[in-house]
């Protein structure tokens, strides 16, 4: 039996050492992979995870194919539906079965380990892909005062605002990356969320910020789901400006704790991840 993870590219993942860590921790027999598959290639991979000798029980999808993957499952979570984007697939007699532990994952990060509550606050998320869908629609079930989307192309951000409203009544606006509106939307949150790639070892622009010091209040949380670095651009920016800052890892443990119990049937080992995770930073740090 086999687990593993399909994204482009995915020299960022810390997935295989957390799962592997769990997997062995556990003394279960099932191998977890690193599936390195361009978007071209997402069609070939899905139908060879489905076929019963491949020996695939399950995967993790990242960077950048979750929505793609939540139109190919065969049948989809509540999560999963509301997102429009999978990050979690149990594969079960060919059918291919999409879960959503993004949005859990976020919101259990930021409570346990920020002690955050969303209850009245106004929030900005930076991104609109499918990290962002999860994240986006299990934050509006807290109960928050307001949800701003930027993302760099707004044809995007207004989609996902537009799914929002839908199922939500708090709210919903939209500003653009860089503009002035961007600013002004910072200057108004408590909860400021990074959901791109921007900063993000291996990806597209890892020196990058999308936001400065002098746009990030003081009294605001920060939250960059990125976890390598585990201090990114922004995270610095944020320092800088006096407030307080969380780094993605925690939501990577919580949301693949989930993921864990969904494919094996047992309680995941969560601080043996925490634990595999953050060595592997570290020494990837050295
Ligand atoms: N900590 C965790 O557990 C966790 C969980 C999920 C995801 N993540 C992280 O979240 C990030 C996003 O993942 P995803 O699955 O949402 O990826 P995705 O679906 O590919 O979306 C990528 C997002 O990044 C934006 N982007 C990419 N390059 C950019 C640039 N140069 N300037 C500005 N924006 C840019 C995209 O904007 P456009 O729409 O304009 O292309 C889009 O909003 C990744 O770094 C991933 O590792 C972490």
Redesign the pocket.
């Known amino acids: 039996m086999r687990l593993g993870i399909v994204g482009y590219p995915l020299g960022?993942s810390l997935s295989p050492v957390m799962f592997r860590a769990a997997l062995s921790h556990c003394g279960l027999d099932i191998t977890y992979d690193p599936w390195e598959t361009p978007p071209e290639g997402l069609g070939g991979f899905v139908e060879w995870a489905r076929r019963p000798d491949s020996g695939v029980a399950g995967f993790n999808v990242?960077?950048?194919h979750?929505?793609a993957v939540a139109a190919a499952v065969d049948e989809a979570s509540q999560e999963a539906e509301r997102a429009g984007a999978v990050?979690t697939v149990v594969v079960r007699d060919g059918r291919l079965h999409g879960h959503n532990t993004?949005g859990i994952?976020f919101v259990l990060a930021l409570k346990e380990e920020a002690n955050f509550t969303f209850d009245g606050r106004r929030v900005l998320i930076l991104?609109?892909?499918?990290?962002?869908r999860g994240v986006v629609m299990a934050l509006a079930a807290e109960n928050p005062e307001s949800v701003v989307i930027a993302?760099?192309?707004p044809e995007?951000a207004q989609r996902l605002a537009q799914d929002l409203r839908r199922r939500w009544r708090g709210v919903v606006d939209t500003a653009s990356?860089g503009g002035e509106g961007l600013g002004r939307a910072a200057e108004k949150s408590d909860l400021i969320v990074q959901?791109?790639?921007?900063g993000?070892s291996h990806?597209?622009?890892p020196a990058?910020s999308?936001l400065r010091s002098e746009d990030i209040p003081g009294e605001a949380l920060v939250y960059d789901?990125?976890?390598n670095p585990p201090e990114t651009p922004l995270m610095k920016e944020a320092r800088k400006a006096g407030a307080r800052v969380l780094g993605?890892?925690s939501?990577?443990v919580y949301?693949g704790a989930e993921g864990f119990e969904a494919w094996t049937g047992e309680k995941a080992p969560v601080k043996v991840m925490f634990r595999a995770a953050s060595d592997a930073l570290d020494r990837a740090r050295r």
């Open positions: 960022h990242t960077v950048p979750k929505e990050n993004d994952g991104g609109a892909g499918g990290a962002a993302n760099r192309t995007r990356l959901c791109s790639t921007v993000m990806g597209p622009d990058g999308l789901l990125v976890y993605g890892l939501m990577l949301q």
